[in-house]
């Protein structure tokens, strides 16, 4: 079993509808979780960055995560044609040396159609 | 503005020869790492490190090779061994423990 699993999709959605993200987990000294997006040919970018269990909301994305289960997601309200990315899931340990460095998921690639 | 600078952005290697992919950082950022990223693999850590002229291999090392001779530079050597390189390369920086990383804007190499 892989540390991180990600549905690489590709999802496809139109304009206005809500997208839910999702990544599972098996390490369960993780504890900063977070959420990259990746436009085509661009190095990700952080979106959004939660400590342990529990909700965070940034204008029209939300990201939670629930511990218990080991899985975590990212919602996206509104989503706009914008939004059409490669969105990979990421997360870490407390720990020192190699086992602080993050563990990526494989992305799932987003379409915001019009 | 800080920042993680890749270079080139598009890069293309003869078979047999041996091509470095720069990276600079002005983040002051103690960490460097080197991940390849090929369609449907995600990212593939390759070398990463956490003080200057000190790095450890990551996951698939094999081929490449690296230097940490000042902080705020990392390049990364794609030697002939490496059999399959054409890929997207990225490199990001962080401090350790703290956040996440802050990626370059990546480099594709490609083998003519």
């Known amino acids: 079993q892989k540390e991180v699993e990600q549905d690489p999709g590709p999802l496809s959605v139109p304009e206005g509808a809500i997208v839910s993200l999702n990544c599972t987990y098996s390490n369960s000294a993780f504890q900063y979780f977070m959420w990259y997006r990746q436009y085509s040919r661009k190095g990700p970018e952080l979106l959004m960055y939660?400590?342990?269990?529990g909700n965070k909301e940034d204008g029209r994305f939300t990201a939670q995560v629930d511990k218990s289960s080991k899985y975590i997601s990212l919602f996206i309200r509104d989503s706009q044609p914008s939004d059409s990315a490669t969105y990979l899931c990421a997360m870490r340990t407390n720990y020192g040396g190699s086992q602080g460095n993050l563990i990526f998921g494989k992305g799932t690639k987003l379409s915001v159609k019009p | 503005d800080g920042g993680i600078t890749q270079s080139p952005k598009y890069l293309f290697r003869k078979e047999g020869q041996n091509v470095t992919l720069s990276c600079e950082q002005n983040?002051?950022?103690?960490?460097m790492y080197w991940y390849r990223q090929d369609p449907g693999q995600g990212l593939r850590l390759i070398y990463y490190?956490?003080?200057?002229?000190?790095?450890q291999k990551g996951d698939i090392a094999e081929g490449y090779s690296v230097s940490r001779e000042k902080k705020e530079s990392f390049p990364l050597t794609v030697t002939s061994a490496q059999k399959n390189p054409t890929a997207f390369y990225l490199c990001?920086?962080?401090?350790?423990?703290?956040?996440?990383?802050?990626f370059g804007s990546g480099t594709r190499l490609t083998v003519v």
């Open positions: 990001a920086s962080s401090i350790p423990r703290d956040y996440g990383y802050t």
């Open positions: 490190s956490q003080i200057v002229n000190d790095f």
């Open positions: 939660t400590y342990s269990s």
């Open positions: 983040l002051n950022h103690d960490a």
